[in-house]
């Protein structure tokens, strides 16, 4: 489970967290994937057909906003609502799909932002610059010198479980297995919208949540780093645009609803879960702060 912001920033100077920019080496393999993703985007003007558009559209939701922002980010880095364990498993391999490495990788590193926000340690603080924050980190071998002190602490509980586990192996096989099924059922259209169009439209909306999300917008809540509010970051992202909010209270499963038109989409999809009995313990605003009225009673007893 993660801690509040104040239990992390205990937890700032860890001798983990310090080594990890110093250690930091270009990764040859993540920067030719990414070179490849994009350059398989410059065929979209010529393999264009509406059938690929929607596929698209389909696996953009589906790996974009139930594999990264409803699993990789709210679930499992936040623990922010509890889904049966088959159900976490199979939106986490979405999220492989999206092919932004395993959740564990995802999580340790997310974790670790939220511990260091826009300090040195921060693994993509645009106080760093625009485009490491946007993308070059995610182009750099984030390497720590103890990997299993790193993990322990940053994702233990998914270092532990045996499923994550065989996801984290596994992990590199799921993009290619839909790359292959999108060629099998719609050939090179499929191939071009459904894999690289999508997958890098995905990169790009998940990062500006790192860039962006960092720089323009509004604060709700007066935090100690850059985060900001976003309305068009929230969008595209599906609610991870509320990144100010975010910040103030990580535990929460809704980033956005904190003013009437904070809209959250993927909250509104957690919801909409609970309804069909596959999402339970919410940690929303209302009941964040009535834990915390209630501990503070319980002190008082
Ligand atoms: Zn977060
Ligand atoms: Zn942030």
Known sequence: MIRDAAADRSNLNSASARRLHRNCQFDKKTTF???????????APFTFTWPAFWIFIALYILTGGLGISMCYHRLLSHRSFKTPKAVEYGLAIL?????????????AR??????????????????????????????????????????????GDLARDPGHRW????????????????FTAGGVPFLVWGFFVRTVVVYHFT??????????????????????????????????????NHHAYPALANHGHHR????????????L????????????????????????????A
Request: charged share 20%.
């Open 95 to 107: 999220g492989c799909m999206a092919a932004q490495r395993s959740p564990v990788y995802w999580v």
């Open 260 to 271: 009437w038109w904070e809209i959250d989409l993927t909250y509104l999809a957690v919801r």
């Open 110 to 155: 997310h974790r670790l932002h939220h511990a260091e926000s826009d300090t040195d340690n921060d693994p993509h603080s645009p106080r760093h610059g625009f485009w490491w924050a946007h993308m070059i980190w995610t182009m750099m071998d984030l390497r720590v010198a103890d990997e299993n002190e790193f993990y322990q602490k940053y994702a």
């Open 167 to 182: 996801i984290q192996k596994t992990h590199e096989l799921w993009p290619v297995l839909l790359a292959a099924a999108l």
């Open 207 to 244: 990062w500006i949540v790192n860039s962006l999300g960092h720089r323009l917008g509004y604060k709700n809540y007066p935090t100690d780093d850059d985060s900001r509010n976003n309305g068009l970051i929230a969008l595209l992202s599906f609610g991870d645009g509320w990144h100010n």
């Open 273 to 300: 879960m609970a309804f069909l009995g596959l999402a339970s313990n919410i940690h929303t605003r209302t009941q964040s702060e009535k834990n915390s009225a209630d501990r503070k009673a319980a002190l008082k």
């Open 33 to 43: 994937w990414l070179a490849f993703t994009h350059l398989g985007c410059l065929a």
